[in-house]
């Protein structure tokens, strides 16, 4: 496959050199040092590796760099304005809805698609949405908190 | 303290034994070491300041069941040193402690107890965790062991610490001691006319102080900091993907790094061609004994080296899961006669066995290290529970002292007990080494599964007699291959016999959390349901008729009272069931509700009460999330987790064929924390897993009238439906 040279990553046009054929997760993690994003499971099985390609929630383990293209790429990294948190990262905070964290950026990401989506999503609305976003510290109960939280302050914030 | 404490850390003067539960067979004793303590050392790395030191009894580690016991030199019990502290001009507080996180949060707590004993700020204490050039020596972080000894380890250094800038204060202000209270990072007198905070006392200063046994701590009932739910430190690193985990890190000019795997366990190798490999551009090939390895600039690379490796393995066959109790059973050591007369009794009498599958960890971070070597020099970075056993490991594997060894654990994506080794670690340094340049080692999902330890399987059978007063009259529980964690009987017997028997697991088997109290649990809750069951007695009554423990007996009620226990009969298909136990020092009562339908066969499990007692609480809203975390994982290993395996292969190792506990579900859930301040804090990481899966057989028989002796309990799936 041709090699990529160059992505539009969290709001920047950004160089590169890799073969096409690397998965977008290994390219952001290890050539371009984003490493935010997680491997967990290699089969979009786990959420843990999910970035936004023009706002749709995407497992970036089972993508090809090549098929990228001139899509936006919106990383964890990329979230929140420069030292500053979302209201969602925050509300992960409050709620404290981490524990060992490794999969909280793939949970963030996830969460984000849905509420652009669904601005006031049910409880059941997010568990369908969140269900393909595993947990091993089972935090699941205080996920929800906070994507109940950041909704309402993403909401406010408009 | 409460019978079935196996282990204590002391002081100086204090007996100290460590037993290791015999299935953790992934450990080795660990060796006892002497630490000569050049006090000079600290203030070059530190700089000025204070240094509190505390010297705690070495760990003397006893492998169970008969190993021989490693004691230090001589006669004088061996010393080591567990913990330091600094306090520096700066005003930042930093402790060392060879502990890890993983997710449980003592990153948090530990900084409070500190920041508690010395009165100051939270965010100016700095822990330095598992990093075996600058941290004290310790046997590992697992045993749910941080909150009972480490935490009161630096509970005393703080202390000594508070003692030891009280004293500096006295001699600058001139003033009787007792005029001094240290507070939010200073120390006031009492007319409040003189005041220096504790980085000012430092200054200038190089003073060493040790922790003796009588400095005095400030009770529980009297917290401010440790007792209440601070925020998780570093918070914002892990929302933001700031945090760096092993398999985030970069050195200069690092590789990545592969293993090739035997098709099968116990595969032995027949032929190898490394040459289209080592033709490849960019790509290091290693050859060494039974190891073979490939380390490349890129994982793809990496992966295509490895895919060019042209190999055959001779396989050797296996049983498969469908054989493995029958197996267990008759490889197992010492087990009871199956024709032992038992006394004749008008007792009821009641025979059962019940089995427990093997499962994965499954952590969501697989394991992984990043080696470099520079000169003799090796340095590791892995995500470990035992830094310094991983050490150990690597120090034997490439015949170098342990000096030239350094292992950091950054915190690291959870473990639940299975990362306790150092294969990541090992095969990264390997490679390392041959390609002359850093390698960064990450274990596929795949890999995870099937070279990874399992919880052990195992076989329980109980023979139990009750009189038709309720009155529990004999308890012989035996447990074939998973181990005693858990196994004795907390309810008042008088002929008790509980044994543990090894046998011979096809599978590589270890730590996983709490270990077979999971198996015991679940054996002897459903058992001590099905004689209430035969006597016709509620549940609930027919435990505390046969509990004494007064801190058991507790759970119990608070959990029965906060889910509404009913003796008398629910609606179709609905039922409610129940179950209790005390582990290192936890006490647990889990009670669970279910909707279990026996002609669709579909089980929901509608809603779950765990009520806990440790002692006193240091972080309660952490505390709720350990609990409620490991009654979440715990439902995977209840209801549907089980490894399949064939003929040296894992069948479904995988999240696609490896079902876990997802979102959909965790039931409407309820956590009831009993807090003890007048108790010393004992550890809740593990125990409170064990009370899910007896509760919900219960839960299920009383719905159903179907009896589940064995897990997973439903395999066949679960659906939650909030109440």
């Known amino acids: ?158 | 303290m409460h019978k079935g404490t196996t282990s204590r850390v002391g002081f100086k003067g204090q007996a100290v034994h460590v037993d290791i539960e015999p299935e953790r067979y992934e450990l080795a004793a660990a060796p006892v070491y002497r630490f000569d303590v050049d006090r000079r050392q600290f203030f070059k790395v530190l700089g000025a300041g204070v240094v509190v030191l505390l010297f705690v009894e070495a760990a003397i580690a006893q492998e169970s069941g008969g190993g021989s016991a490693r004691s230090g030199r001589g006669g004088s019990r061996p010393t080591e040193l567990g913990a330091w502290l600094h306090i520096g001009e700066d005003e930042t507080i930093s402790v060392f402690t060879g502990k890890t996180e993983v997710g449980q949060n003592i990153r948090t707590s530990l900084a409070q107890a500190v920041a508690e004993e010395l009165s100051a700020a939270l965010d100016r204490i700095e822990l330095v965790m598992a990093d075996t050039d600058r941290t004290p020596y310790d046997l590992g972080t697992f045993g749910s062991r941080t909150t009972p000894d480490m935490a009161l380890h630096l509970r005393r250094t703080a202390a000594a610490a508070r003692e030891a800038l009280l004293d500096l204060a006295a001699e600058r202000f001139h003033v009787d001691r007792a005029q001094l209270t240290a507070i939010d990072g200073k120390v006031i007198s009492r007319d409040r006319k003189q005041e220096m905070t504790f980085g000012q006392l430092t200054r200038g200063q190089q003073l060493v102080r040790t922790v003796t046994d009588d400095v005095p701590l400030k009770p529980a009932a009297d917290w401010k900091v440790a007792g209440t739910s601070a925020p998780k430190v570093r918070g914002a690193d892990f929302v933001t993907g700031r945090h760096r985990y092993t398999s985030d890190m970069k050195r200069e000019g690092m590789l990545h790094g592969r293993v090739l795997r035997p098709s099968a366990w116990e595969a032995t190798l027949g032929a190898l061609d490394v040459t289209a490999a080592e033709a490849m551009t960019g790509v290091t090939v290693v050859r060494d004994g039974n190891f073979i390895g490939v380390a490349a600039a890129d994982p793809l690379l990496a992966a295509r080296a490895l895919d060019a490796i042209h190999v055959e393995w001779i396989p050797n066959p296996q049983i498969s899961n469908d054989d493995l109790f029958e197996h267990l059973r008759k490889h197992a050591r010492g087990a009871p006669d199956a024709n032992e007369g038992e006394r004749q009794t008008r007792d009821i009498l009641l025979k059962q066995s019940y089995t427990i599958a093997y499962i994965a960890h499954a952590p969501l971070e697989p394991r992984a290290a990043v080696a470099e070597w520079q000169e003799k020099k090796l340095t590791v970075w892995t995500g470990t529970q035992r830094p310094f056993g991983v050490r150990s490991e690597l120090a034997q594997a490439f015949g170098i002292s342990e000096a030239d060894v350094r292992v950091i654990v950054p915190d690291t994506g959870s473990g639940y007990g299975g990362k306790h080794t150092g294969e990541a670690a090992i095969e990264a340094a390997r490679l390392a080494r041959a390609a002359k340049k850093p390698v960064k080692l990450v274990w596929t999902r795949e890999e995870e599964f099937a070279w990874a330890y399992f919880r052990p399987a195992g076989i329980v059978d109980i023979e139990s007699a009750v009189r038709r007063d309720g009155t529990i009259t004999r308890w012989h529980l035996h447990n074939y291959n998973s181990g005693t964690a858990g196994i004795r009987c907390p309810y008042e017997v008088s002929d008790v016999r509980t044994e543990f028997h090894r046998s011979a697991s096809p599978l590589r088997q270890g730590s996983y959390r709490a270990l077979a109290s999971v198996a015991n649990f679940f054996a002897r809750e459903v058992h001590i349901d099905e004689l209430a069951a035969k006597l016709k007695m509620d549940p609930l009554a027919f435990r505390l008729r046969n509990l004494e423990e007064p801190r058991l007996r507790a759970v119990l009620e608070a959990a029965a009272n906060a889910f509404g226990w009913k003796r008398e009969k629910l609606g179709p298909n609905r039922g409610f069931g129940i179950a209790c136990g005390m582990e290192k020092g936890g006490f647990l009562a889990t009670c669970a509700e279910v909707l279990a339908d026996r002609d669709s066969g579909s089980v929901q499990v509608t809603r779950i009460v765990a009520a806990f007692e440790c002692g006193a609480v240091v972080n309660p809203e952490h505390l709720k999330n350990q609990i409620a975390g490991c009654v979440a994982q715990g439902l995977g290993g209840a209801l549907f987790e089980a490894i399949e395996f064939q003929n040296g292969k894992v069948m479904n190792g995988r999240f696609s064929d490896y079902r876990v506990p997802r979102f959909s579900d965790v039931p409407k859930m309820d956590v009831v924390l009993v807090d003890r301040k007048d108790l010393p804090s004992a550890g809740a990481g593990e125990t409170p897993i064990a009370g899910i899966a007896p509760a919900i057989s219960n839960a299920i028989f009383a719905a159903s009238g179907i009896r589940l002796r064995s897990l997973p309990l439903v395999p066949d799936g679960l659906k939650v439906q909030e109440a």
């Open chain 1, 1 to 158: 496959m041709p090699r990529v040279t160059e992505l539009h990553v969290n709001g920047s046009p950004v160089k590169l050199d890799a073969d096409g054929e690397r998965t977008l997760l290994s390219v952001l993690r290890d050539d371009l040092d984003l490493t935010g994003t997680k491997y967990g499971c290699g089969e979009a099985q786990c959420g843990a590796c999910t970035v936004l390609l023009d706002g749709i929630a995407t497992r970036s383990c089972i993508v090809n760099l090549g098929s990228v293209g001139k899509r936006k790429i919106t990383t964890i990294e990329g979230l929140g304005k420069k030292g500053a948190l979302h209201p969602l990262q925050a509300a992960f905070l409050k709620c404290d809805a981490l524990q060992c964290g490794y999969c909280t950026s793939g949970m963030i990401m996830s969460a984000f698609a849905l509420l652009q989506r669904k601005p006031d999503p049910s409880d059941a609305e997010i568990v369908r949405a969140m269900n393909g976003n595993i947990c091993r510290c089972a935090v699941y109960r205080r996920i929800l908190c906070a994507i109940r939280e950041g909704a309402q302050a993403m909401k406010e914030a408009k």
